[in-house]
């Protein structure tokens, strides 16, 4: 798998349905119904998407689960100059989860 929508249709085959959205403390989804918190979500696998010649083109995929929640999804954000702001406490669990 080389492209983003590979990787995506790939984790969706996988039982990875839902599309979270990064807010600075949590991950929202359906409809910005539920917030995830960090204590609540595990990343199962990642991928990394480097652009070859614009660092815009930067990016990162998270597969993320949550027992508690009974949900699968995917978390997609940029990173390096196009990263999205977050909180501590979000850049700890997306990267000790990851690790």
Request: glycine content about 8%.
């Amino acid at each position: 798998m080389t492209t983003l929508t590979e990787v995506l249709d790939h984790l969706h085959r996988e039982g990875y349905t839902t599309d979270f959205n990064l807010k600075d403390n949590c991950l929202e989804c359906h409809g910005n119904m539920l917030q995830i918190f960090p204590h609540e979500f595990s990343v199962d696998k990642t991928y990394r998407f480097e652009g070859m010649t614009d660092p815009g083109d930067e990016a990162i995929i998270y597969a993320i689960s949550s027992a508690k929640h009974k949900v699968k999804g995917t978390l997609v954000n940029g990173y390096g100059p196009s990263s999205s702001a977050l909180t501590h406490e979000m850049v700890q669990a997306l990267h000790q989860k990851t690790s």
